[in-house]
């Protein structure tokens, strides 16, 4: 049976760079032989609702509590005198459908881009992992500082003269490189100056397609990203992914 990994996403290419760099980790520690056939039978993304690929955070709200989520006491229930800001009810309540699931779910990855008050969210969604027994489900938690974006970003080197000349410009237009503090870029309003958005489009050229953005996280060394990625939280992501998804897929 492939290790089950419900991921909670905001959008569909959340979900999909995220799984991208999951399978990417796991098949540097996999055993020689092991080819994409062996990596879809070793593990499986989905949602909280059968045959899905991931559940939005948006569906969350009106998605039903399984049965036995709402008891009191044990690591179900909502702890006691416990303050419940931010995404901390959300994450609790998708965490409490996965421990719940049937199917068994046996991970779970969080993806919530921190572009709005970062530090006090990230606290939200750490208690709630926090309070699931490691026994009942593996969590791991995928923040990009301000948005995915930038975790594109902390990957991204120039493949010609034109993207070398593009990202000259904007490092004079920023005064300093996207690449290594792309949590700067934490505007809220979009084709704003410091639009993490706005940014990789013009590195990218507007018109990029996947397979251009595939390129920064699945060919960067893990030593650039890991190095890169420390304010944009890129780096404790990957640590989490080698420290509790790797060993149950491979294990598996």
Same mark, same amino acid.
């Given at each position: 049976?492939?290790?089950?990994?419900?991921?909670?996403?905001?959008?569909?290419?959340?979900?999909?760079?995220?799984?991208?760099?999951?399978?990417?980790?796991?098949?540097?520690?996999?055993?020689?032989?092991?080819?994409?056939?062996?990596?879809?039978?070793? @593990? /499986?993304?989905?949602? $909280?609702?059968?045959?899905?690929?991931?559940? %939005?955070?948006? =569906?969350?709200?009106?998605?039903?509590?399984?049965?036995?989520?709402?008891?009191?006491?044990?690591?179900?229930?909502?702890?006691?005198?416990?303050?419940?800001?931010?995404?901390?009810?959300?994450?609790?309540?998708?965490?409490?459908?996965?421990?719940?699931?049937?199917?068994?779910?046996?991970?779970?990855?969080?993806?919530?881009?921190?572009?709005?008050?970062?530090?006090?969210?990230?606290?939200?969604?750490?208690?709630?992992?926090?309070?699931?027994?490691?026994?009942?489900?593996?969590?791991?938690?995928?923040?990009?500082?301000?948005? @995915? /974006?930038?975790?594109? $970003?902390?990957?991204?080197?120039?493949?010609? %003269?034109?993207? =070398?000349?593009?990202?000259?410009?904007?490092?004079?237009?920023?005064?300093?490189?996207?690449?290594?503090?792309?949590?700067?870029?934490?505007?809220?309003?979009?084709?704003?100056?410091?639009?993490?958005?706005?940014?990789?489009?013009?590195?990218?050229?507007?018109?990029?397609?996947?397979?251009?953005?595939?390129?920064?996280?699945?060919?960067?060394?893990?030593?650039?990203?890991?190095?890169?990625?420390?304010?944009?939280?890129?780096?404790?992501?990957?640590?989490?992914?080698?420290?509790?998804?790797?060993?149950?897929?491979?294990?598996?």
């Amino acid at each position: 049976m492939p290790v089950r990994i419900a991921v909670i996403a905001e959008a569909e290419p959340d979900r999909r760079q995220i799984c991208e760099m999951v399978d990417r980790k796991v098949m540097d520690h996999a055993p020689d032989w092991w080819g994409r056939e062996q990596l879809e039978e070793e @593990r /499986e993304y989905c949602g $909280l609702i059968p045959e899905t690929l991931f559940t %939005r955070w948006t =569906e969350l709200r009106s998605l039903p509590s399984p049965e036995g989520a709402l008891r009191r006491g044990g690591f179900i229930g909502f702890p006691k005198g416990k303050q419940r800001h931010y995404d901390y009810p959300l994450a609790r309540k998708a965490l409490n459908g996965c421990v719940l699931a049937s199917p068994r779910i046996d991970a779970a990855i969080l993806v919530r881009d921190m572009d709005q008050q970062p530090n006090e969210r990230a606290e939200s969604l750490e208690q709630a992992c926090n309070e699931i027994s490691p026994n009942a489900l593996s969590v791991v938690l995928a923040l990009p500082t301000a948005k @995915r /974006e930038a975790w594109v $970003l902390n990957g991204f080197d120039p493949r010609d %003269r034109n993207e =070398e000349k593009v990202l000259a410009v904007v490092r004079r237009e920023l005064g300093y490189d996207p690449r290594m503090s792309p949590e700067r870029l934490d505007a809220m309003k979009h084709g704003a100056k410091h639009d993490a958005k706005r940014v990789l489009g013009i590195l990218l050229g507007e018109d990029r397609d996947h397979d251009r953005e595939l390129q920064c996280w699945q060919e960067t060394p893990w030593t650039v990203l890991r190095e890169r990625g420390k304010g944009s939280r890129l780096t404790d992501f990957l640590t989490d992914v080698k420290d509790r998804l790797v060993p149950r897929i491979i294990g598996a």
